[in-house]
């Protein structure tokens, strides 16, 4: 399920915040099975996050907030909170995590749709 959040990252050494929409392929997983009547069961799978996209919203600072999509920099402020989420593996466990509740919230909001 492709799911979006935003997030708000707020670098001290930048001194400025940046709202990124951030896109992903959420899988909630599957819980283990120990035995089915027939005696046969499985082991579950873990819930995962796959294809992080990361779009530059707005940008707050002194000077006000601005959209960021006329960012000069904003390609290369993409690359630097992705590279964040490579690095930093509490920021990047927190974005996943708002990740599957966005999901679970949106599962829950259309359980009753089937």
Not at 29 to 56: F, N
Not at 96 to 106: G, T, V
Request: aromatic fraction near 10%.
């Amino acid at each position: 399920m492709k799911v979006a959040i935003d997030y708000t990252w707020e670098p001290e050494e930048l001194q400025h915040s940046y709202e990124f929409r951030i896109t992903a392929a959420c899988e909630p997983g599957e819980p283990a099975v120990m035995y089915y009547p027939d005696g046969s069961g499985h082991p579950g799978s873990p819930p995962t996050v796959e294809d992080i996209e990361v779009s530059l919203g707005e940008v707050t600072g002194d000077e006000g907030t601005h959209s960021g999509l006329s960012e000069p920099y904003r390609s290369e402020l993409e690359q630097t909170f992705t590279y964040q989420l490579s690095i930093n593996p509490a920021l990047l466990a927190d974005i996943e995590y708002r990740l599957f509740e966005q999901a679970n919230s949106y599962k829950e909001d259309h359980d009753d749709d089937d």
